[in-house]
């Protein structure tokens, strides 16, 4: 066992690296939320915010004018609002809450497709690191607050429903722990594969990455402020490696966003794969990853590892501060399957623990149910969205 385990780590350390360092890929997201929204029949609205430190970030919105009931959705790492779009009109929870009666707003995070611009920085130009400096800490401590405010603004509402998968989660916890007036804008929180512990984590990337960063402080400022964008030719590369057992499905093994997450036959959902190839993955920072990868290897939900000497300096102390849980008090639902390997059911279990208003967890009784067939299983709207549907009709 031991002997199999060490051999896929080095044999992945190469590549890993490799891509990490080179970093040299091309954008290729050809179909954008807008042309799946309008394709698909319903309105589409574009808005634009500015963060207090600069980024200006694209909200999408499927207006339904006359609601008052509002739903915010957040996507995941290497994910942006088309995500919430992509399972088709039947199964995307976006059309089902628009159906509803929902006015729906979309976020997208800083350095992600849709919000690359900045004031001062250019993500592919000369300052491209000071644009990349940040990780999903900032994305839920700015980000977050700032597109909440303009679509409290923008409606008039003073409450609304919040819906996120994964990274999305994390951001949700980041901003209610540490700046908790903004429980009370939240009437339920609908979290998908939830992410603050990580220590259970058997995803290879964690892994690896958690191997590496417990080895070399090098490899860790190499790792530093910049782009995670993996070039094609390397992505190629790294999954011939990892995907031989999955030659049906080369296509996704080519593209960064399955192996990094990896996947069962629940994601592998052929009707919308050529819509999620063309739309994913939407580009992050590697500090989110790496920010990730610190939380795999402490076992703690706490913020960025600057080192010692950057610990003292940023938080005044040796180790980054936990994030303080016990400040949320947000109705939340949790939704999380038994394949995951990013959210494992013994971390989610932990993290329910921590959170006083939680209000109900489904665990999906689907054997393969893993971290990405929560966007991008076959019926979603059987299999997952009618729980929510049911979870929201609880808290009124
Ligand atoms: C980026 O933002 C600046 C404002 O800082 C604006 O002038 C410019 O048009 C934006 N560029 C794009 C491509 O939206
Ligand atoms: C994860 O962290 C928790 C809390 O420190 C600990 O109880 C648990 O044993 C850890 N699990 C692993 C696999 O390290
Ligand atoms: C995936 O495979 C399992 C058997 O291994 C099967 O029960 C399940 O229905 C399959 N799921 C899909 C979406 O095809």
């Not at 060490?6 to 891509?19: A, D, E, G, Q, Y």
């Not at 592998?268 to 819509?275: G, K, T, V």
Request: overall charge neutral; charged content about 15%.
């Amino acid at each position: 066992m031991y002997s199999y385990y060490h051999s896929l780590i080095v044999l992945s350390f190469v590549p890993l690296i490799t891509t990490l360092i080179l970093n040299s890929g091309d954008p290729k997201n050809v179909l954008t939320t807008e042309t799946i929204v309008r394709k698909h029949g319903y309105p589409f609205e574009k808005h634009t915010v500015q963060t207090e430190d600069g980024y200006i970030l694209e909200i999408h919105r499927i207006p339904n004018l006359k609601s008052s009931q509002v739903a915010f959705l957040m996507h995941c790492l290497l994910c942006s609002s088309s995500d919430w779009v992509v399972s088709g009109k039947k199964n995307s929870l976006a059309y089902i809450l628009h159906r509803a009666g929902y006015d729906v707003w979309l976020g997208n995070a800083r350095g992600n497709t849709y919000s690359l611009n900045h004031t001062k920085y250019n993500p592919r130009g000369q300052f491209a690191d000071k644009y990349w400096d940040f990780s999903w800490h900032e994305i839920g401590f700015i980000d977050l607050p700032t597109m909440l405010d303009y679509v409290q603004q923008k409606t008039g509402v003073t409450q609304m429903r919040y819906f996120a998968h994964s990274q999305g989660t994390a951001n949700f916890f980041v901003l209610t722990s540490l700046k908790p007036q903004y429980n009370k804008i939240f009437k339920s929180a609908h979290l998908l594969a939830p992410i603050a512990f990580l220590n259970n984590s058997f995803n290879i990337f964690l892994k690896v990455g958690g191997n590496i960063v417990g080895r070399s402080e090098v490899i860790q400022t190499l790792l530093g402020s910049n782009e995670f964008r993996p070039s094609r030719k390397l992505q190629e590369l790294v999954g011939s490696i990892l995907c031989t057992d999955f030659s049906r499905d080369r296509v996704l093994c080519d593209n960064a966003f399955f192996l990094v997450a990896g996947f069962t036959n629940e994601t592998c959902n052929h009707d919308i794969i050529p819509e999620v190839m063309a739309s994913s993955p939407a580009g992050s920072s590697l500090n989110q990853v790496l920010h990730f990868v610190q939380e795999f290897v402490s076992g703690h939900f706490r913020q960025y590892d600057h080192g010692l000497e950057g610990n003292m300096q940023t938080y005044g102390s040796s180790e980054p501060p936990d994030y303080p849980l016990a400040n949320i008090n947000v109705p939340m639902f949790f939704y999380h399957g038994k394949a995951d390997n990013f959210a494992t059911v013994k971390d989610v279990l932990r993290l329910s623990k921590k959170l006083k208003t939680l209000v109900g967890r489904f665990e999906s009784p689907i054997a393969n149910f893993d971290h990405l067939a929560h966007m991008f299983s076959p019926n979603l709207a059987e299999k997952i969205h009618k729980y929510i549907m049911r979870d929201i009709a609880l808290i009124n």
